[in-house]
């Protein structure tokens, strides 16, 4: 038993729904209690999804579990089969369906119907989201995937893409606008966008690529397997991966790597001078592994950052994630507990936190700028705009999004010059951030009004003057930490009490905090 | 007051009682409101990782000021042995209330796998009640999705608490049913007015303000998800106050003058502190409540709180009611609003989502009341729809919120008029 506040992943089915509702003519027959119905908004609200998601929940109540939840089960599967008549089927359990053990694959095989039905075993109490997704999926192409000779021009599939990933919909149209490039066209997206037919003539493909290993790696191999296909092992997000990729496809296919790079703006937009102020800032990578061990390797060579720290909470790719980190000389770390990273984000106060939507939340109690790189997503993450992350039009949004939570470079500066101004200050804020505009209490003493306080007690999490632990700051040296800008203040407080207790320093003055700061000097 | 009866009421239209997929929530999402309402209190669900993903999803903003709900994930190992999981069970607990020395008030909640796996939390919560008395009180009800559905869980919560309560002796009025704040106020200004009081309500902001309960007690519903919560009081020997519930003007006068005639309140009174907010109610339906003059709603089953609602929609906003779902009717908490509601509308409990979309399909309504996984696809196939859940989010009750309520109908209605204006242009 482990107590969870708030969770990363959401249990298996959910990863079967994901696979199922980015397809067409397929449907999930999922025997489950009244409730877990609450997944269909997942995709309809977050998503904005305009459909149901292809799914028939059985509805079991208490009332039936003495009586014979096998028959509930069997005539939800033949009222599905008569009702939307799709070309293939998927059968399998929710955790509570799980105890009952009534064997969803076993009735449906029974009803003899007239298309594939495929059933599931989802470990619901070992086992979380991402690997339902990948094994749903893998099930589904082993099924109905079989060796069968090559399309004439060479082709590929496009594997991993699903519902409620983190920009899926945008990177399957710009790998496929990427392989064009190099005259390599697409045989089958999937599961995104494709049907079971589809699916059927995966193994015309010459190679596969593998664009999201949490949701695509069992059925890549797979297909290495049975269909004689390579796949790709470089995903495409960030200029060098990119680069890294188009090589890796050339080895397999012979095509050459050179492509039209006009498009690709962010290698000039980090090397001209306005990005100068990105230099070595700090910067902690949170989320699902693939994107975190992309967006750390952009962070340190295509940006500048410094790297702070590291990790992912899909313990399945711990040891790949571990070596990445490795090489930015971190240790990664691989939970699922938020309040882990929250304690990991705050020991370390970055300038910069890339993470999921907890992250985000994470950043906005502790006052520290959050840009999103992963799932698991909401609304906001499902722009109505083309927002891929890979390939060179990925670079580019990559670039905008995560300078856009920063203070501007010459900002910085105004701000550091200036923090006495009235207006221009440093608690009003990013100035291109308007909702935190607003303007600065005269009396430096005086406590924020009552509203601003409701609205802004996030902001105020970093304890500004609060002593941590034996170490007491003088009054004078409180002041002179509140002269810094917001958005070092953290790291200063904390560069300046980690100098004073190794120093064995109990009682902070301004020039520890000097001291420190030349100390620290980068 | 304007409680003419319909010349026939919906209490006696047969009910067409439906079973099949149910597209509603369990009733773990009452803990979404029921932890802000009761300020020192946790509600400690002991389930798997799609009760711990259902609640982070039907939060949908991520309350991350640390929440006062959790979920004791049953893992592979707790399933092999019983005796274990109870022992994993108090540690999670010893551990949980050592963080928190705030919480006075436990909810151990049951799901749908903890039930399967007979996991005995009424047990649970006895032992535990003995090991952390007298700071902290432990309850335990289901709020399981074979058990419940939606609001009912706040129904399970409140009747788990109502025999723990302290016997009483006076006569006292008890207000049940959890409310917003702001709401709470307004009812309680209006009857301490007539001269109403104490007033008590059920549940409490916190542990030490629970009410008592005895033969003299007489209580009021403000939710109509109430069923074994009322039952419950009924057995400690408290005596209901039927009425109308108190959305609309309509329904807020009736349901005060019930409670004005129980404690012999005067009738000039009566009218005197409720002229004034009467008034502005009226004056805020009749805007609000213009574009939905002549159009027909439909209802599928949510919160139980339909039948009011339909109520409301038809008699103070002018509305046809073609169907009206709910997923349990209770003939005598809703009785008085099926009186009121007039015949012609199918009233429908229970679901089978796929005969009832088809039913909505076929009667093409202007106004389609659902939860939210059918909403965008409705809106999609060019129906205009009203979440459900958010008359359960949103501060309704009472005269203050009247307009507010017609305004969370008519809003959709008018967002569709100024789109397709936009798009015509």
């Given at each position: 038993m482990k107590l969870t506040l708030w969770t990363y992943e959401g249990p298996p089915h959910v990863g079967a729904m994901r696979v199922a509702t980015c397809m067409n003519g397929l449907h999930y027959v999922l025997h489950a209690p009244q409730g877990d119905t609450y997944a269909d908004l997942l995709f309809t609200m977050i998503e904005r999804r305009n459909h149901r998601p292809p799914v028939t929940y059985t509805t079991f109540q208490a009332r039936d579990l003495g009586g014979d939840t096998a028959n509930l089960f069997k005539d939800a599967a033949r009222d599905a089969y008569a009702r939307f008549k799709p070309q293939a089927m998927i059968v399998g359990a929710s955790c509570t369906a799980e105890l009952i053990q009534d064997d969803p694959g076993g009735l449906a095989e029974a009803l003899e119907l007239p298309i594939p039905v495929i059933p599931l075993e989802l470990p619901s109490y070992q086992r979380k989201e991402n690997f339902g997704a990948d094994e749903t999926f893998f099930q589904i192409v082993k099924a109905l995937a079989k060796p069968m000779p090559r399309t004439e021009a060479i082709t590929c599939n496009i594997l991993g893409a699903t519902a409620l990933g983190f920009r899926h919909r945008d990177d399957v149209t710009e790998v496929t606008r990427l392989l064009g490039l190099m005259g390599i066209s697409v045989n089958v997206a999937a599961p995104m966008g494709s049907c079971p037919a589809d699916i059927a003539r995966m193994g015309q493909a010459h190679f596969n690529v593998l664009l999201y290993p949490e949701t695509g790696e069992t059925a890549a191999r797979h297909l290495e397997r049975a269909c004689g296909q390579p796949y790709t092992k470089v995903v495409p997000i960030g200029v060098g991966a990119t680069r890294d990729f188009l090589h890796e496809v050339s080895a397999l296919t012979g095509l050459s790597a050179k492509v039209d790079e006009s498009a690709l703006r962010a290698p000039w937009w980090s090397a001209s001078v306005d990005s100068t102020y990105l230099t070595g800032k700090r910067v902690f990578v949170f989320g699902d592994a693939t994107h975190v061990m992309a967006a750390a390797r952009i962070a340190a060579t295509e940006i500048g950052f410094d790297v702070v720290g590291m990790g992912c909470f899909n313990r399945e790719y711990a040891r790949p994630m571990r070596a990445a980190a490795k090489a930015y000389g971190l240790e990664a770390l691989i939970t699922d507990d938020y309040l882990e990273v929250e304690a990991e984000i705050a020991r370390l106060q970055p300038e910069l936190i890339l993470g999921t939507q907890m992250e985000r939340h994470i950043?906005?109690?502790?006052?520290?700028?959050?840009?999103v790189i992963s799932s698991p997503v909401h609304v906001q993450d499902f722009p109505a705009r083309y927002s891929p992350q890979v390939g060179f039009e990925g670079a580019n949004v990559i670039f905008d999004t995560w300078i856009h939570p920063l203070v501007m470079g010459l900002e910085e500066h105004l701000l550091t010059m200036f923090r006495e101004d009235f207006e221009f200050h440093d608690e009003a804020g990013p100035s291109h951030h308007g909702a935190k505009a607003m303007a600065r209490t005269e009396d430096e003493v005086a406590e924020p009004s009552d509203t601003f306080a409701a609205e802004h007690a996030d902001s105020h999490a970093v304890p500004v003057v609060t002593p941590s632990g034996e170490i007491v700051w003088m009054p004078d040296a409180e002041r002179e930490l509140k002269k810094i800008p917001f958005f070092v203040r953290g790291k200063a407080k904390r560069n300046t009490e980690k100098y004073a207790a190794d120093r064995g320093v109990v009682q902070i003055t301004v020039d520890t905090l000097y001291e420190a700061k030349a100390h620290y000097a980068r | 007051m304007s409680l003419d009866l319909p010349t026939s009421g919906c209490r006696s239209t047969p009910v067409l009682k439906e079973r099949g997929q149910r597209e509603v929530f369990c009733g773990l999402t009452g803990i979404i409101w029921l932890h802000r309402k009761m300020q020192d209190a946790f509600f400690l669900v002991v389930g798997s990782r799609t009760c711990a993903h259902l609640l982070q999803a039907a939060a949908g903003v991520m309350i991350f000021a640390e929440p006062r709900f959790g979920t004791a994930i049953l893992e592979e190992k707790d399933l092999a042995g019983l005796a274990d999981a109870n022992a994993e069970l108090d540690r999670e607990v010893a551990r949980l209330l050592a963080r928190r020395p705030d919480i006075r008030q436990l909810f151990l909640v049951g799901s749908c796998p903890s039930e399967v796996i007979k996991l005995d939390l009424a047990r649970a919560a006895e032992r535990l009640n003995v090991q952390h008395a007298p700071h902290v009180r432990v309850y335990n009800y289901s709020g399981s999705g074979i058990e419940t559905t939606f609001t009912q869980g706040e129904d399970a919560c409140l009747a788990a608490m109502v025999p723990t309560l302290a016997p009483a002796t006076a006569r006292e009025l008890l207000i049940v049913g959890a409310m917003p704040d702001v709401v709470e106020d307004q009812c309680l200004a209006l009857l301490s007015a007539m001269g109403i009081g104490p007033v008590?309500?059920?549940?409490?902001?916190?542990?030490?303000?629970?009410?008592?309960?005895?033969?003299?007690?007489?209580?009021?519903?403000?939710?109509?998800?109430?069923?074994?919560?009322?039952?419950?009081?009924?057995?400690?020997?408290?005596?209901?106050?039927?009425?109308?519930?108190?959305?609309?003007?309509?329904g807020t006068t009736a349901w005060l003058r019930a409670i004005a005639d129980e404690f012999g309140v005067a009738r000039d009174l009566f009218e005197a502190v409720t002229a004034a907010p009467r008034a502005r109610a009226l004056k805020a339906i009749a805007t609000q409540s213009?574009?939905?003059?002549?159009?027909?709603?439909?209802?599928?089953?949510?919160?139980?709180?339909?039948?009011?609602?339909a109520r409301f929609l038809v008699r103070e906003c002018g509305m046809t009611a073609v169907e009206v779902g709910t997923p349990y009717l209770h003939e005598a908490i809703v009785g008085p609003d099926l009186d009121l509601l007039p015949a012609g509308p199918v009233i429908s409990e229970g679901q089978d989502v796929e005969k009832q979309l088809d039913r909505q399909r076929a009667a093409a309504p202007d106004l389609t009341v659902c939860g939210l996984g059918l909403a965008n696809p409705l809106e999609a196939q060019g129906f205009t729809t009203k979440w459900a859940i958010e008359l359960v989010f949103t501060p309704v009750h009472f005269y203050e919120q009247a307009g507010d309520l017609a305004g969370l109908f008519s809003r959709p209605l008018r967002r569709k008029a100024v789109l397709r204006k936009e798009a015509a242009e």
């Open positions: 950043g906005k109690r502790l006052g520290i700028p959050c840009a | 008590r309500m059920l549940p409490a902001h916190r542990a030490g303000e629970l009410p008592g309960v005895g033969a003299d007690t007489v209580f009021a519903l403000v939710q109509p998800f109430l069923g074994d919560t009322h039952a419950a009081l009924l057995r400690r020997g408290a005596r209901h106050i039927a009425a109308p519930f108190p959305f609309g003007e309509e213009a574009e939905l003059r002549g159009k027909r709603v439909f209802f599928f089953p949510d919160s139980q709180l339909e039948i009011p609602l």
